[in-house]
């Protein structure tokens, strides 16, 4: 792969279908998502409490911080419900020969 803003995250079948895994990647805590076939990758601490959203619960786009219930949109990093409102940091995801590769930039 001749980018050198992708990173090698893991490979594609250690994300389990409808949940969540993190992982540290770079010095960055990342949250990634499977849902309806699709991955998603966000900053793995929720924006309103210090907690892991990889302990959350995914319930279909969105998922839910282990602390206070807040509640993300993991296509695109979006507070969907109180009490966060800032939203999360989203990274570009690609997958290529079955690896998951972010673009975390800096």
Aim: proline letters at 4%; one cysteine or more.
């Amino acid at each position: 792969m001749s980018d050198l803003h992708w990173t090698d995250a893991t490979d594609a079948s250690s994300v389990p279908e409808d949940d969540v895994i993190g992982l540290q990647l770079a010095g960055h805590d990342i949250a990634l998502y499977k849902v309806e076939g699709d991955i998603f990758a966000t900053d793995n601490i929720c924006t309103h409490g210090h907690a892991r959203l990889c302990d959350g619960f995914l319930e279909g786009h969105e998922i839910e911080c282990p602390m206070h219930q807040g509640r993300f949109d993991v296509r695109d990093g979006r507070a969907t419900c109180a009490p966060v409102t800032e939203d999360l940091r989203r990274y570009p995801v690609r997958i290529e020969n079955g690896r998951v590769f972010l673009q975390l930039g800096s």
